[in-house]
């Protein structure tokens, strides 16, 4: 009972740690950030290209990077989160451009975000040596992206949408309300509101 008693109380008291942290220090660094927000632990974050709204969570571990000059070019990048949405650990989020990412939407673990492409196109030089692609993400309301999925450059996602463990999204837009899985992902399921259920394509 004392054991158990004591681990809450220290991971109360590093939870609040981490709150007060975000609400201090980091809101004076970030681009804008709202009400009631929390960054646990990141091993890598640029503030000043992040903006979040209200009620926030990014856990343990989050790489949420800005690149603002890469092999001479320079960018300038922007992370948009909205209202009450959860950034679980290991997130990988890279930014040159825009990610946006809007209220309600929940990231599971070791998801990865990025509107950044190293080409492939000179043959003399290493893939990271050459000058990127860069197309913005925008990710829609209330959706769900399981772990491990890789949402790649130029993904529109529309609002309600699930993306299933393991899915890579290719660069292209995506209606709401529907499911996504695989590698590539396909759409494995939309609702349709004339018919009021689920289809299967």
């Not at 990710?139 to 529109?156: F, Q, S």
Request: charged content about 15%; hydrophobic content about 40%.
């Amino acid at each position: 009972m004392k054991e158990g008693f004591l681990f809450k109380m220290l991971h109360f008291l590093n939870l609040s740690l981490h709150i007060l942290k975000t609400r201090v220090w980091y809101k004076f660094f970030l681009k804008k950030s709202g009400k009631k927000n929390t960054i646990i632990n990141p091993i890598v974050l640029t503030p000043s290209c992040i903006i979040l709204g209200d009620h926030v969570l990014i856990r343990n571990n989050g790489r949420l990077e800005g690149i603002f000059n890469y092999q001479g070019t320079k960018y300038s990048p922007e992370i948009n989160i909205g209202d009450n949405v959860t950034i679980e650990q290991n997130a990988h989020i890279t930014c040159a451009c825009k990610i946006h990412i809007g209220n309600n939407t929940a990231i599971a673990a070791n998801v990865t975000i990025t509107d950044i492409d190293h080409p492939y196109l000179d043959i003399t030089l290493p893939p990271e040596r050459q000058t990127l692609l860069v197309t913005p993400v925008q990710i829609g309301e209330d959706c769900k992206i399981y772990n491990n999925a890789v949402i790649l450059p130029g993904t529109i996602l529309g609002k309600h949408t699930v993306v299933a463990a393991n899915a890579v999204i290719l660069g292209r837009e995506y209606p709401a309300f529907c499911v996504l899985a695989g590698i590539p992902a396909k759409i494995v399921k939309q609702y349709d509101f004339t018919k009021n259920t689920w289809l299967v394509p």
